[in-house]
């Protein structure tokens, strides 16, 4: 338990590196609603966290250049810190002498959205378990379209899968071939349907005479023969990449050759992305990809089990780690609390997410609210009503995330530390209000840190890794998690709600002593201000397990650090369940907001 | 200063006088009867498509003149416009001219003119997109409609359309293009005025709506509004004076003027932190309203 309530204060440390050649950076995460950008500078000889911002991405209409929301970023962070970065409008790179400019920049986005793959291939259905372990945490969205093999669609029904095909505007075309040699016109038929669909996403040209575009690349993954076979009937139209077939040994190089797909096809999309490509230091990746990567670097250098959290407007995505290596992906990347609401609510229903919200909301005010997002793209909620949709929405998209296909996250035990990220948990209008979104999605058994990088660069510290592993470890250890909301202890039995499940004896440096009695079914802050430090001893009931088993005593072996919110005491149980009486529901929500809120003591 | 208006593709509503070039598309054995280069009128047959009931016109929906005439695909067309852009609709292209509900009328008894795009400045009821496509309209120009009726009247799920998740519905008979998006609001008095000095004149229609390219639903119609004042270019920028429109909350269709604008964020009336304008409103009030919320319309 001492290794695991230290984690907050081990995460604030730092660890002395020495900063390697590079002066200044900037750190760019474009998302698909708003550009958060960040200057990292030199301050007494350690990288910190200089200026943080975030303006609306421009990629449509009046603006269509994504180059003109990052440079309204660096327009907003020269007039926060005083540093020039731009001279007639164009960035300086690297650092004058004057100090203008920064000497690098690195891109994270998920501005386009991800990299659409249409499935195909007769491996898809029976390899799909391995497909899946294969793309987990790649920020790609899998199609599927039963596109015919011998041509005898009617008419109506080609015309019916051209106009499928064209709104989904697939990137690339991935065909699953079987692991051992199979009958020649297996494969052919499916090199087939992949050549009808290239023809089908030609543009219509006005005029015939214009030059036909290459089609839309096609990743292979099979036996040798069969690629020979499919690259044979693809290559007049479209490049063709072979990589192995599908087993459980050889799943990285078809992860390498989708994930290389993301820089060249999804973002190459954005207007203006080649002058935004042309001032960055590192291929741009995918932000959940560079999340993923802070989680892998906190779990390893503080040997505990990590969970970073990003709810975004159109997409979710979770990255686990644990302390032992393993990466536990999990990501949504259609579904979130903006443009992402309308999947989000195909996905977990209508009245999974409003059983969230306290206020009388019925379905026509939620698909007004994800309409209205959806078509306003940078609208924040206007009003509290619209902030309870929009963390209603979050809870959802965590636990959608959680439970993907092929995701692994949600048996990850203990979550020893969560951190929250993103523009929907960063700009919270209370700290409570992202801790209870992260308990009431990510449901954390145990004992769990949580922390909130309020200045949203983690996202981009993953990338920032790939130039330069010092500065990206020394900036997680110094501004990626900044503020401790508090460690959380989560208490699970059976008890009758109301009855003791928990007694927590505080000892404080000082030498005062506190005992709080913790009822079954409640959430409580306990007063452990930041800064302040003390020893904690659980005795929880027989029934009762804080994560080392039904009545197991525990004592910290180190002071516990208070975080804002104090140290929150979960014995709401596990999964959480929400009264199926709509007043006793809501009464329930209140409270416990109000609990973490700190309303009562008010 | 980086907050600049992005939810209309011409950073405002409505565009006084504009260039345009549009498609009409040909369904599958439609007749085109123009070539390129032709002069045609707003009012001009330019193909003829097989319906039910025999055959009936494709009418050019602008003045201006043919582009290309691409078989299976569309004839193009370009010519001089007033361009009003709505927030969201349904629908591919129409052509007709415009009409509004006499007066005092209820819009479930109300006659409905055969071809005719209804223009109704409030939420629109089911009842009446139900009436408009049984009676023949070819479109409706609406203020505001509650979500779930419209996706009643679609009988689609319209967060997976504006996401192209699912193909765009097969053109139905009717246009449906809501200026001020969901909910109960009101249509702006600027753009209301418009419709009104055009009632009875030929507008062309399309409902496409794709959000993340910013592609609204538009109203063309031909020529120039110089009652309007001249048409000022894109950017347009939320900065002091600029005369916006409020998107949503409680101040939704409130107009007002920019008076100033902070340095620092402050808290908003959900609660959270942002930048905010302090805006005169034309009822006399004077409030602080986050940057995300405003339009300019001036």
Not at chain 1, 410 to 421: C, E, F, K, N, Y
Not at chain 1, 439 to 448: A, E
Not at chain 2, 30 to 41: H, K, L, P, Y
Request: proline letters at 8%; hydrophobic letters at 45%; charged letters at 15%.
């Amino acid at each position: 338990m001492g290794a695991t309530t230290s984690a907050a204060q081990s995460l604030h440390a730092g660890h002395g590196r020495q900063p390697s050649a590079a002066r200044s950076l900037l750190l760019i995460d474009c998302g698909s609603a708003y550009t958060k950008m960040a200057l990292v500078g030199l301050v007494e000889n350690r990288y910190r966290l200089l200026a943080s911002v975030a303006v609306p991405t421009t990629l449509a209409a009046p603006q269509a250049d994504i180059m003109i929301g990052v440079r309204n970023a660096m327009s907003e962070i020269e007039q926060i810190t005083g540093r020039v970065l731009l001279r007639a409008g164009q960035p300086i790179l690297p650092e004058d002498e004057d100090g203008s400019g920064v000497d690098a920049a690195v891109l994270v986005s998920s501005a386009m959205g991800p990299l659409r793959l249409m499935t195909l291939g007769p491996g898809r259905e029976s390899l799909a378990m391995l497909l899946q372990r294969a793309l987990s945490g790649l920020f790609i969205q899998l199609e599927t379209q039963q596109v015919p093999t011998d041509g005898a669609l009617a008419e109506g029904d080609l015309h019916r899968l051209a106009a499928h095909l064209r709104a989904v505007q697939p990137h690339a075309a991935l065909i699953i071939g079987a692991p051992v040699p199979t009958p020649n016109n297996v494969i052919a038929a499916a090199a087939q349907s992949a050549a009808q669909m290239i023809d089908m996403l030609q543009p219509a040209a006005m005029d015939v005479s214009y030059p036909r575009p290459p089609g839309i690349p096609v990743i292979f993954s099979g036996t040798p023969a069969d690629a020979q076979t499919v690259t044979a009937m693809l290559q007049a139209r479209t490049s063709v990449q072979s990589v192995d077939a599908l087993s459980p040994s050889t799943l990285s190089p078809l992860t390498r050759a989708v994930s290389a797909l993301y820089d060249g096809y999804a973002l190459r999309e954005a207007p203006g992305f080649a002058a935004l490509r042309r001032i960055v230091a590192t291929p741009p990746i995918a932000t959940v990809t560079s999340l993923g990567g802070v989680a892998r670097f906190l779990a390893h250098h503080f040997q505990m089990n990590v969970v970073a959290v990003d709810v975004g407007a159109s997409s979710t995505e979770l990255a686990g780690a644990t302390a032992g290596g393993e990466y536990l992906p999990a990501v949504h990347p259609t579904a979130g609390v903006g443009a992402g609401g309308g999947q989000l609510a195909r996905a977990v229903g209508t009245e999974n997410i409003l059983r969230w919200v306290t206020a009388p909301v019925d379905e026509d005010d939620l698909r007004e609210y994800i309409l209205t997002h959806l078509i306003r793209q940078r609208l924040l909620p206007a009003t509290p009503l619209a902030l309870e949709i929009q963390y209603a929405m979050a809870r959802e998209a965590i636990r959608l995330a959680m439970h993907a296909p092929g995701t692994r996250v949600a048996g990850l035990h203990p979550m020893d530390i969560v951190l929250g990220t993103g523009g929907v948990l960063a700009h919270v209008a209370h700290p409570a209000d992202a801790a209870l979104i992260m308990l009431d999605g990510l449901q954390p058994r145990g004992i769990t840190s949580l922390v909130l990088d309020s200045a949203q660069i983690a996202g981009m510290l993953g990338n920032l890794a790939m130039l330069s592993p010092d500065i990206a470890a020394e900036l997680s250890s110094n501004d990626a998690v900044p503020l401790l909301l508090g460690s959380v202890i989560a208490a699970e039995g059976d008890a009758p709600e109301g009855q003791l499940a928990l007694r927590i004896v505080l000892e404080f440096l000082d030498g005062r002593q506190q005992v709080a009695e913790i009822a079954n079914g409640s959430l409580v802050r306990l007063p452990v201000a930041p800064g302040e430090h003390a020893l904690l001893s659980l005795y929880p009931a027989p029934n009762v397990d804080i994560g080392l088993g039904p009545g197991q005593h525990a004592r910290s072996s180190e002071p516990v650090e208070g975080g804002v919110l104090g140290l929150i005491v979960d014995a709401r149980g596990r999964p959480l369940r929400l009264a199926a009486d709509p007043e006793m529901r809501v009464e329930q929500l209140r409270t416990w907001r109000k609990a973490l809120r700190g309303e009562d003591e008010s | 200063m980086s907050n600049v208006a992005l939810d209309y593709p011409l950073g405002r509503p409505i565009a006084p006088a504009i260039t345009v070039r549009r498609r009409r598309p040909l369904p599958p054995g439609a007749v085109a009867r123009v070539q390129a280069g032709n002069g045609v009128n707003a009012l001009q047959p330019i193909a003829e498509i097989t319906t039910q009931h025999g055959r009936a016109p494709v009418l050019a929906g602008i003045d201006g003149r043919v582009v290309a005439v691409t078989p299976g695909v569309g004839i193009f067309l370009e010519g001089v416009a007033t361009l009003l852009q709505g927030m969201i609709g349904i629908g591919e292209s129409a052509a007709g001219p415009l009409a509004f509900l006499p007066q005092g009328e209820s819009p479930a008894v109300a006659l409905i003119p055969r071809g005719a795009i209804l223009v109704y400045p409030q939420p629109v009821p089911l009842t009446l997109l139900q009436r408009a496509a049984a009676h023949g309209a070819v479109g409706v120009i609406a203020a505001s409609a509650s979500a779930l009726e419209l996706e009643s009247f679609a009988r689609a799920d319209i967060s997976a359309v504006l996401e192209w998740r699912i193909p765009l519905p097969v053109p139905g008979p009717l246009v449906v293009i809501l200026t001020e998006g969901l909910g109960n609001a009101a249509m702006q008095a600027d753009m209301l005025a418009v419709l009104r000095r055009r009632e009875g004149e030929m507008a062309l229609i399309n409902g496409v709506s794709h959000p993340r390219q910013n592609m609204r639903p538009e109203v063309l119609l031909s020529g120039a509004d110089t009652s309007l004042g001249e048409y000022v270019p894109q950017p347009v920028l939320l900065r002091r004076g600029a005369l916006v429109r409020v998107a949503a909350g409680t101040h939704r269709g409130s107009r007002g003027m920019i008076r100033h604008i902070p340095a620092h964020s402050a808290i908003d009336a959900a609660g959270l932190r942002t930048r905010c304008a302090i805006i005169d409103l034309e009822n006399g009030e004077r409030v602080s309203l986050p940057l995300h919320l405003l339009d300019v319309v001036g």
